[in-house]
């Protein structure tokens, strides 16, 4: 009887595993260049600052996703601050756009980038970095030359975390992005169009192959992470 | 490999001996709760520095803003005309800009790292024209030639600590810093390492400054003592001068002895002993593979030498060395402590209270040094 019904990876599917690993791919890439010198900063400095700016990068932790998109979509609508800045700039509209989507997908991911890149600089310590210096390397040299291979696993643990939180994102991109095929409609926001038309059968084929896509990913995470046991950061004794 | 036949112990031309010397001067102040430094440290351009102290006493902080590894300290640091800091000024040379090498007590080599790609590490970031230190020479000196390629995990702590000076060398530093480069290791480790260090003093010449709290490493190595209490400095000056000071706690302790460099004058093979000459004295010890006239540093412990004030004629003690008081000082446990000069060479002699009373010990006495024992030193 389902001889005439479309395949259970159609177009439109297909659209949206696309459009879900641009965004979580643009997303990563941004995550790493944003995170990195605020997770440096968080691991490294003194001051009162500190305190109120890692709160803040981890409110996406536990605000609902409603909340960020709700103040996001204002700031970035015609009225908002960023929105007016944008078209006194001549660069179009960010809600329901696929660039807003990212610019949401970031401030919402932020927090998985930034906490264990945290972790790992704090973990490698001082030793390294003065070591380096004593041995004429400027304060740049030593961070791509001995901090970044040292905070590999850290690095690895964040691409991961700031990847797959960027696929499973739902609430924020329906608020930012709405329900738009090919330009915001991404997996999670067509398993729940396809769960509420009770279309079952298609929901269990995307809903299923995210759980064993994340499932991968976070095994891959695990494995190398044993293998490269000889950089984690209580490798690197210090006293 | 056999680097000895090709290379030659005659290649060490030293590395300070092709740079204007130059006396390091660090006057160091730093604040910090329940802990303040207010050093003023002249170092000699050569030979090994100790900084000496207990725990807590500064030591490690002075090496370390000399570094410019303390951000807070504040004072001025100069090697030569080469002036570090001087924060009068606001002058702070960062560290990467400093030509010194420093070996930290954790070693801190790079994990990711082979051996070979640490020791390059530094070397690399040199301009090659102020390079002046040879690999392979480095190489056979610390004796790593078979651990280049390995991983620091798969060595043992002092292997590391031999790699982490050949690393901090082949930045052709001007002074080599220390800082309790063998506190990590267990005793056989220690034994392993400290005779790289007795070399590396004797075949580069290169100012290194040693910091340490354990008397026996830096009766062995150092030519200067700085003596640090609670972030001050107690004395400074020549080891030999400094060990026969009878006023500094040094002295008081049970192992608490005099340093003197000696010459190897003459060998009694037939007896097994051998003839160290100094000053106007001589001491008989047991046979010391070295040709005649080598140094040969021995330290003279003030438990072990006692006074007569007759020649003893009859005794098996070998060793008399004719002396006069230069000092005596009485602790409240019965024991006095009495300061000889002999031709020149200052030792110490603990000696019971009782006894100095009986002979009646006083500045200017001559008497005879009875030394039973004399700790040859590596």
Avoid at chain 1, 100 to 111: C, M
């Amino acid at each position: 009887m389902n001889e005439t019904v479309a395949p259970l990876i159609g177009a439109a599917e297909w659209s949206a595993i696309r459009l879900t690993l641009e965004l979580a791919t643009l997303t990563t890439a941004l995550l790493l260049l944003i995170g990195t010198p605020i997770a440096w900063w968080l691991a490294r400095t003194r001051s009162w600052l500190k305190a109120p700016i890692a709160a803040a990068v981890s409110l996406p932790i536990v605000l609902p996703p409603t909340v960020l998109g709700f103040y996001l979509l204002l700031l970035m609508g015609p009225q908002g601050a960023v929105g007016q800045a944008m078209r006194s700039l001549g660069l179009g509209t960010l809600p329901f756009t696929f660039r807003g989507l990212v610019i949401a997908s970031v401030v919402y991911s932020l927090p998985f980038v930034v906490q264990p890149l945290q972790a790992a600089f704090q973990g490698i310590g001082d030793g390294p970095t003065e070591a380096a210096a004593t041995l004429r390397a400027s304060p740049l040299d030593r961070f791509f030359s001995v901090v970044i291979p040292l905070a590999g696993p850290g690095f690895l643990a964040a691409t991961v975390l700031g990847f797959a939180h960027a696929v499973g994102e739902f609430g924020i991109v329906l608020m930012v992005g709405g329900n738009i095929p090919d330009k915001t409609r991404v997996l999670s926001v067509l398993i729940y169009n396809e769960v509420e038309a009770l279309d079952y059968e298609r929901a269990h084929v995307l809903a299923g192959g995210m759980v064993g896509f994340s499932f991968a990913v976070l095994l891959l995470m695990t494995l190398l992470g044993q293998r490269g046991s000889w950089m984690t950061p209580g490798a690197t004794a210090r006293g | 490999m056999d680097m000895n036949a090709t290379l030659g112990m005659s290649t060490y031309a030293g590395i300070a001996g092709r740079l204007p010397p130059g006396d390091i001067v660090a006057s160091l102040a730093l604040d910090w709760p329940g802990f303040s430094l207010a050093a003023d440290l002249r170092l000699p351009g050569a030979g090994v520095t100790a900084l000496f102290g207990p725990s807590g006493s500064g030591k490690t902080t002075c090496l370390r803003a000399i570094a410019g590894l303390e951000a807070n300290c504040r004072g001025r640091v100069a090697i030569g005309a080469e002036v570090w800091q001087d924060s009068a000024a606001r002058v702070f040379v960062p560290v990467h800009k400093r030509p010194l090498g420093m070996v930290f007590q954790d070693a801190r080599l790079f994990p990711h790292m082979s051996v070979r790609a640490n020791i390059d590490y530094g070397c690399k970031r040199v301009p090659a024209a102020e390079r002046r230190v040879n690999l392979a020479e480095v190489v056979e000196l610390l004796g790593i030639g078979h651990l280049l390629d390995r991983k620091p995990a798969r060595l043992s702590g002092g292997e590391k600590q031999r790699v982490a000076i050949a690393r901090a060398l082949m930045t052709s530093p001007r002074v080599l810093l220390l800082d309790e480069p063998l506190a990590a290791l267990d005793e056989a480790r220690k034994a392993e390492v400290l005779p790289y260090l007795v070399r590396l003093r004797d075949e580069m010449a290169l100012p290194m400054i040693y910091v340490s709290h354990a008397m026996h490493e830096v009766a062995q190595l150092a030519d200067h003592l700085v003596l640090l209490e609670r972030g001050r400095v107690l004395a400074s000056g020549p080891i030999g001068a400094i060990t026969a000071r009878a006023d500094l706690a040094l002295a008081q302790t049970e192992e608490g002895g005099v340093v003197v460099t000696t010459r190897l004058g003459l060998r009694d093979d037939g007896y097994g002993l051998s003839r160290l000459d100094f000053a106007s004295g001589a001491v008989w010890v047991a046979r010391i593979e070295r040709d005649v006239g080598a140094a040969v540093r021995i330290q003279i412990a003030a438990r072990d030498v006692s006074l007569a004030l007759d020649p003893p004629s009859r005794s098996s003690i070998q060793n008399v060395l004719p002396a006069t008081v230069v000092a005596r000082t009485d602790d409240e446990r019965g024991r006095s402590l009495v300061q000889l000069d002999v031709g020149g060479v200052r030792l110490l002699s603990r000696i019971t209270r009782r006894s100095a009373e009986q002979l009646a010990i006083a500045p200017g006495l001559a008497v005879h040094a009875q030394v039973k024992g004399v700790a040859v030193l590596g």
